[in-house]
Structures are given as C-alpha cells and as structure tokens.
T-cell receptor
Framework: KNEVEQSPQNLTAQEGEFITINCSYS?????LHWLQQHPGGGIVSLFM???GKKKHGRLIATINIQEKHSSLHITASHPRDSAVYIC??????????????FGTGTRLTIIP | NAGVTQTPKFQVLKTGQSMTLQCAQD?????MYWYRQDPGMGLRLIYY???????DKGEVPNGYNVSRLNKREFSLRLESAAPSQTSVYFC?????????????FGPGTRLTVL
C-alpha cells in the first residue's frame, strides 16, 4: 500500500463546479504539500500545511492530522484549473533533510 | 531570477551510453533534489543534497550518480543507461530550515533509452 493515496485518480467536471481532491497518508509527517503539474509538465507548489486550513484565491487546502487526511478544494472551477494535482508529505529525518513522499496525482479536467 | 533550470529538455540514448543531466538554481537554496516521474507512479527521489559538498541516496539511486558542484549546481549522471531509466527527470531546490520549505522544480528532462 502506498504511503500517500489520492482520490479520485481522474476527475472531470463542468466549469463553475466546486472541486474536491482528497489525500490520505499512513506515515508520521511534519507537513503536507499540494502541488500542481501543468499539462506542459511544469510543477509548482500550491500550499504547505501542518495544521488547519489555507486559502489562496479560489484554492483552499485543509488538513486533519488526527485522521491523516487532507483535501484540496477549488471553487468556481475554470478550464485553466485543468492539471494534475499532487499531494506530498514531508517526513522529518534525523539529518534535517526534508524528504517528500508523493502521491500519484489526481488528473483534473474542467470542461467549458 | 530564472529559478531552477535543467538541461537538456529532451534526450534519446542507446542502452549503455552515458550522459549527465545538469541542474542549476539561482535562489541561494541549500537543498537540491533529483526526482524521476514515471506513468502511474508518484515522483520518486533519486538523490538529494542538503548542502554543498554533501549528497545522499533517495528511494531509487541504483544506476545513478550525482555531484553537488557548488551551491548552485547539482548534476545527475547515468553511467550506463538502461531502458528502465526512461523517465522524466525533475530537479528541485528548497531553502532547508526555511519556514515554508517550498520545493521549486525545474522544467524537467524527458529521457528515452532505446
């Protein structure tokens, strides 16, 4: 079983819909990251969370440490939101290096 | 600032050939990483470097070597390429110890080994 599981693997929605992507993990973490991979392949970081909730524009990320679960929400979705969304957990190490373990991603397609 | 740059963007090798993937960052970051991305799998760490002069193995280091030439540059070498190394390779950097610890990714190198 992967240490980081995302659901759904693929999601197609109409423009304007509210989107939720889920991430569950099975290991101890110090933080959780959400990243976006554009159709051209570039990867950008969206959020880093260690507790609670963060909001940036139409994107909202939440984490429940006790339940080992995080969600990424997109409000008023737009075709330009079409991308692969990747969850990654940061596992602390003895050497102070910040390793990330990645989920396999959720491919989101927003239809106009 | 260019951020994280990688060269080349595309490469085709024959089995047994060698090559070096170059990565540079201009954000004065301490930590640098090499990942590979394969269909149906998450990004996997090949090697990382916590600071200039130090490197350590990640999840999938076999068949690869790295050099942290200076604070800016972190190269990945395939000594004898194999078809199993066909993948997209990403370099990333982060400010170790920084509050946000965001990783910044390069554009990727698409490598095909025939």
């Amino acid at each position: 079983k992967n240490e980081v599981e995302q659901s759904p693997q693929n999601l197609t929605a109409q423009e304007g819909e509210f989107i939720t992507i889920n991430c569950s993990y099975s290991v101890g973490i110090s933080a959780l990251h959400w990243l976006q991979q554009h159709p051209g392949g570039g990867i950008v970081s969206l959020f880093m969370l260690s507790s609670g909730k963060k909001k940036h524009g139409r994107l909202i990320a939440t984490i429940n440490i006790q339940e080992k679960h995080s969600s990424l929400h997109i409000t008023a979705s737009h075709p330009r939101d079409s991308a692969v969304y990747i969850c990654a957990v940061r596992r602390p190490s003895n050497f102070g290096n910040e390793k990330l373990t990645f989920g396999t991603g959720t491919r989101l397609t927003i239809i106009p | 600032n260019a951020g994280v740059t990688q060269t080349p963007k595309f490469q085709v090798l024959k089995t047994g050939q060698s090559m070096t993937l170059q990565c540079a960052q201009d954000m004065n970051h301490n930590s640098m990483y090499w990942y590979r991305q394969d269909p149906g799998m998450g990004l996997r760490l090949i090697y990382y470097s916590a600071s200039e002069g130090t490197t350590d193995k990640g999840e999938v280091p076999n068949g690869y070597n790295v050099s942290r030439l200076n604070k800016r540059e972190f190269s990945l070498r395939l000594e004898s390429a194999a078809p199993s190394q066909t993948s997209v390779y990403f370099c990333a950097s982060s400010d170790r110890g920084g509050r946000t610890d965001t990783q910044y990714f390069g554009p990727g190198t698409r490598l095909t080994v025939l």
